[in-house]
């Protein structure tokens, strides 16, 4: 129940094309969702994240997807760049109190020109 | 954005020492920070649960006399590694937490135990 599923667990995307990276969830309780980006050797660092008030967040060209009924989530990279290249985790927890985030396995993104 | 740091950014040390690791919020205050463990190629496993003034909480399998943390101030933990031996060795990262929802991560430290 504690779960965060992550699929897939690597992708190869061509320069300019988009990226996309799924999450499913079955806490209910689950009510906060960031995507986080990491670098080789680095600490992850805050990509986006939603909240299931709405469907969908767009920043720049991330894009979050959010399916409350189906308790699935997805990233959406627009126009993918080599830069782009990292691990991305996507977690899970409920918005009140402290309680830390359930993170999904990864996955491990390569863009290549 | 909010900012947290570790230092150190990497340590070597001899098997047998202790190790200690710093986490701080620079322009923030943390009521709550994470401790995570990070293995190559795999996710973030959370060590333990820490908040300003009181013990922090360990996950299951975590050893809290090997691992001490604490959380004195709102914007300063450590993690001391005690008795390092070889299998210690991975990339510890910190995360803080303020009044709102998200985590901030700190840089990671790699720690190497000879």
């Known amino acids: 129940q504690q779960q965060v599923k992550q699929s897939p667990q690597s992708l190869i995307v061509q320069k300019g094309g988009i990226s996309i990276i799924n999450c499913a969830y079955e806490n209910t309780a689950f009510d906060y969702f960031p995507w986080y980006q990491q670098f080789p050797g680095k600490g992850p660092a805050l990509l986006i994240a939603?909240?299931?008030?709405?469907s969908e967040k767009k920043e720049g060209r991330f894009t979050i997807s959010f399916n409350k009924s189906a308790k699935q989530f997805s990233l959406h990279i627009m126009d993918s760049q080599p830069g782009d290249s990292a691990t991305y985790f996507c977690a899970a927890s409920p918005r009140t109190g402290n309680t830390p985030l359930v993170f999904g396995k990864g996955t491990r993104l390569s863009v290549i020109a | 954005g909010a900012v947290v740091s570790q230092h150190p950014s990497w340590v070597i040390c001899k098997s047998g020492t202790s190790v200690k690791i710093e986490c701080r919020s620079l322009?923030?205050?943390?009521?709550?920070m994470f401790w995570y463990r990070q293995f190559p190629k795999q996710s973030l496993m959370l060590m333990a649960t820490s908040n300003e003034g009181s013990k922090a909480t360990y996950e299951q399998g975590v050893e809290k006399d090997k691992f001490l943390i604490n959380h004195a101030s709102l914007t300063l933990s450590t993690l001391t590694v005690t008795s390092a031996h070889p299998e210690d060795s991975s990339f510890y990262i910190c995360s803080a937490k303020g009044a709102g929802d998200t985590q901030y991560f700190g840089p990671g430290t790699r720690l190497t135990v000879l």
């Open positions: 322009d923030f205050q943390a009521t709550t």
């Open positions: 939603i909240r299931p008030d709405v």
